[in-house]
């Protein structure tokens, strides 16, 4: 593993997913009102982001980078260029996550989920509202399926929502209830084949379910609360998951059998929390992010290539 000195920072203490990477050896990392973009080859960080408020959540994807606030503030960045395509309070409360996807169409949308039991949805890039999607409680999480049929979500409860979508993105009905936890959900995420999505709760518990069967596939604990989870999107075949602080967890997403624990470790810290995790695009490396730096783990790729399983880091 190396450590690279760029410290992150949690604005609210359940919400941990401020770590993202969309190409090798950047990553992108929430320090106080700064957005940073951390180049890991040149050892530097540049600011893509300097906003008038702390971040809740924060998310890299599809040339943007999208920021969102306690106050329902969002930010919206064209990632190229840094023009700020939208800068707004949107109503409501806190902005507990972020998603983007592609809709079955091919348009580009954004997830808003906030405290005030809503999902909202923006296309991207004009910031147009499309929908707002009316939940029974604060929604802390969701994540389109890569074809764009299906949105999950979880929030202040045990239950995590299937939502059926339709074609052009603009409505999205209710279709199943999975409930496997005991406490609130915190995130969730699909596999690339998006043939099953993951969930993780604050007691601890990540349940992985067969969209077809919709039954699970593996259930796996944590001592702590588990905030973030991530699948790979390489060939590398990888869910991983990060408790509340200290432990990272990997988990081969081909037969969900094996799974190695990391304790992320830094010697000038007592306590370890983790900021959030994000993947290289080829699953050949793994961020997370900690107070005072980020590290970096490496994946045995060739190892994990070799079928039917091989080693996880």
Same mark, same amino acid.
């Given at each position: 593993?190396?450590?690279?000195?760029?410290?992150?920072?949690?604005?609210?203490?359940?919400?941990?997913?401020?770590?993202?990477?969309?190409?090798?050896?950047?990553?992108?990392?929430?320090?106080? &009102?700064?957005?940073?973009?951390?180049?890991? &080859?040149?050892?530097?960080?540049?600011?893509?982001?300097?906003?008038?408020?702390?971040?809740?959540?924060?998310?890299?994807?599809?040339?943007?980078?999208?920021?969102?606030?306690?106050?329902?503030?969002?930010?919206?960045?064209?990632?190229?260029?840094?023009?700020?395509?939208?800068?707004?309070?949107?109503?409501?409360?806190?902005?507990?996550?972020?998603?983007v996807g592609?809709?079955?169409?091919?348009?580009?949308?954004?997830?808003?989920?906030?405290?005030?039991?809503?999902?909202?949805?923006?296309?991207?890039?004009?910031?147009?509202?499309?929908?707002?999607?009316?939940?029974?409680?604060?929604?802390?999480?969701?994540?389109l399926s890569?074809?764009?049929?299906?949105?999950?979500?979880?929030?202040?409860?045990?239950?995590?929502? =299937?939502?059926?979508?339709?074609?052009?993105?603009?409505?999205?009905? !209710?279709?199943?209830?999975?409930?496997?936890?005991?406490?609130?959900?915190?995130?969730?995420?699909?596999?690339?084949?998006?043939?099953?999505?993951?969930?993780?709760?604050?007691?601890?518990?990540?349940?992985?379910?067969?969209?077809?069967?919709?039954?699970?596939?593996? !259930?796996?604990?944590?001592? =702590?609360?588990?905030r973030s989870?991530?699948?790979?999107?390489?060939?590398?075949?990888?869910?991983?998951?990060?408790?509340?602080?200290?432990?990272?967890?990997?988990?081969?997403?081909?037969?969900?059998?094996?799974?190695?624990?990391?304790?992320?470790?830094?010697?000038?810290?007592?306590?370890?929390?983790?900021?959030?995790?994000?993947?290289?695009?080829?699953?050949?490396?793994?961020?997370?992010?900690?107070?005072?730096?980020?590290?970096?783990?490496?994946?045995?790729?060739?190892?994990?290539?070799?079928?039917?399983?091989?080693?996880?880091?």
């Open positions: 593993s190396r450590a690279a000195a760029q410290q992150t920072t949690i604005q609210h203490w359940q919400l941990r997913d401020l770590v993202q990477c969309e190409r090798a050896h950047e990553v992108h990392c929430v320090h106080n &009102q700064q957005v940073v973009r951390y180049h890991g &080859q040149k050892e530097e960080g540049v600011i893509v982001q300097d906003l008038k408020f702390c971040p809740t959540s924060m998310t890299v994807s599809h040339g943007y980078v999208v920021s969102g606030g306690s106050r329902s503030e969002l930010q919206v960045t064209r990632q190229e260029t840094g023009e700020t395509l939208f800068s707004q309070l949107l109503g409501g409360n806190v902005n507990n996550a972020l998603h592609h809709d079955q169409a091919g348009g580009l949308k954004l997830f808003v989920c906030n405290n005030d039991d809503t999902i909202k949805v923006f296309n991207l890039p004009g910031m147009e509202l499309v929908t707002t999607i009316n939940c029974a409680v604060p929604i802390n999480y969701c994540a890569p074809d764009g049929r299906s949105l999950a979500c979880v929030g202040d409860n045990n239950d995590v929502h =299937l939502y059926r979508c339709s074609r052009n993105g603009e409505s999205y009905l !209710k279709v199943h209830r999975f409930s496997e936890a005991r406490d609130h959900g915190m995130s969730v995420a699909w596999n690339p084949s998006g043939s099953c999505f993951a969930a993780a709760s604050q007691d601890g518990l990540v349940c992985v379910w067969d969209l077809r069967s919709q039954k699970p596939l593996a !259930k796996f604990s944590t001592c =702590l609360a588990c989870l991530k699948f790979s999107r390489g060939p590398v075949d990888l869910l991983a998951f990060a408790e509340h602080e200290e432990n990272i967890h990997l988990v081969d997403a081909r037969t969900f059998a094996s799974w190695q624990t990391i304790r992320v470790t830094s010697p000038e810290m007592d306590s370890n929390n983790i900021s959030g995790i994000a993947f290289f695009p080829d699953g050949s490396h793994i961020y997370a992010g900690l107070d005072d730096s980020i590290s970096l783990y490496e994946i045995d790729t060739g190892m994990r290539r070799s079928f039917p399983q091989g080693c996880l880091i």
